[in-house]
């Protein structure tokens, strides 16, 4: 979301909760809707004008994944990366290609290693300028990893959980 932000796009965040939301808007997004209320996607379109969102990254899956998708602007790209949900989110290319929405899957790292340098110079760059940040929710002494992993497996946890060493 910040280097969207820094890009100089328009955001809505989308969160699971208060918290998570309260920290979407905190970090910068014109909009905030909780996806775990049923008419989030009308709010993302009302945000939108009613057109959709340019570019959805999808990071939850199963049918929020699959509700992003559907609310995705003509002609626009969903990336689909992640599966917190305990599904990923499955379009199949004819609907994608009907609805003209480019789907882009985690295949997209698969050319990861040959950017890796120039990317983390970008990355540092923003973050030296301050434009990205990053957002640590929680720390764990190593002994209590197992807590650590119920936070981020239950989903309660913000942002990225550290383990102290």
Known sequence: MQLCLAAGADVIGAARGPSKGHLVRQLGAGAVV????PDWTERVLDAT???GPN???DGVGGRIGRAAFEATARGGR?????ASSGEVTRIEAAEAQERDVQVIGIEQLFDFPAHVRRW????????ATGSL???IGQTFP???AA?????VENRTALGKTLLLL
């Not at 909780?34 to 209320?37: K, P, S, T």
């Not at 969903?78 to 992640?82: A, D, E, F, V, Y």
């Not at 807590?147 to 936070?151: E, G, L, Q, Y």
């Open 34 to 37: 909780d996806y775990a209320e």
């Open 49 to 51: 004008g009613h057109a």
């Open 55 to 57: 570019v959805v990254f």
């Open 78 to 82: 969903s990336s689909i990366h992640g």
């Open 120 to 127: 983390a110079t970008q990355i540092m760059a923003h973050a």
């Open 133 to 135: 940040r990053p957002v």
């Open 142 to 144: 190593l002994e209590r």
């Open 147 to 151: 807590d650590a992993h119920r936070a």
